[in-house]
């Protein structure tokens, strides 16, 4: 897919509300951004949400046994820290 960031018009017409506040509290020259950053926004949460849909049920208890309770879950935890530092490059 072509992420192009050439700027491609279009037409949306919002709530009459809507464009009261964005004119009022957005400054003329930056609406374009304004409104194209709260469209990214929206779609990455619209992205993670089909995301989480798609994924659910993939987690079993019943394939995690050592994942049991919540002292397992700590030490799980630690235990990938722990490495995560282990396998961090030293400074030096």
Known sequence: MDKSTAPVRINVLLPSYVAEDLL?????RQRARFVAQAVCRELRRLR????LEAS???WEDADHPDLADGPAIDRAIAEGRAQAAWDRPTEG
Not at 24 to 28: D, E, F, G, I, S
Not at 48 to 51: E, H, R, V, Y
Request: hydrophobic share 60%; aromatic share 8%; no cysteine.
């Open 24 to 28: 009022h509290y957005v400054p003329a």
């Open 56 to 58: 659910a049920g993939a």
């Open 48 to 51: 993670l949400q089909a995301a």
